[in-house]
């Protein structure tokens, strides 16, 4: 039964591991705070975790060569692109912008401002072996 959930099973969980080992060094480094679980970056990266997941398993699973593994690969490429690419210089320009407002006393708007954060390569790297484990684990373990 649980063998027909492997894929969900594998996603969900390495999400939720990422997610957990993200809360555990913001509690260690300034406590928690409700911010802390909706906002995106940080260390490790869940997306790719995620996605890095999913695609050890499909190899695993229906072989590196099956068109299957192929799509988990070219979606795996384009979540790496993105949390270190996109993503990052969205952050890092939400912090130019909250500069420029406390610069500009804007006062309470500066708060209305969303930090979404990208993430570092060394994060992505961190969601990959995250993942990369996990996709193993769960394959070890349900496949």
Do not use: C
């Not at 260390?43 to 593994?69: C, D, K, Q, R, Y």
């Amino acid at each position: 039964m649980l063998n027909d959930f492997l894929y969900v099973i594998t996603a969900a969980g390495a999400w939720l591991a990422a997610q957990a080992v993200k809360i555990a060094i913001s509690l260690r480094q300034d406590g928690l705070s409700w911010q802390d679980l909706v906002t995106s970056g940080g260390m490790p990266s869940a997306h790719v975790a995620l996605v890095t997941s999913m695609a050890v398993v499909i190899a695993m699973s229906e072989g590196p060569a099956s068109p299957v593994f192929g799509v988990a690969l070219t979606l795996w490429g384009v979540v790496v692109y993105d949390a270190v690419g996109v993503r990052r210089a969205t952050g890092e320009n939400t912090q130019i912008i909250r500069r420029i407002a406390d610069k500009l006393k804007l006062g309470d708007q500066r708060t209305a401002l969303h930090l979404a954060l990208g993430h570092s390569p060394y994060q992505v790297f961190a969601g990959a072996v995250l993942g990369l484990g996990w996709g193993w684990l769960i394959y070890w373990l349900l496949g």
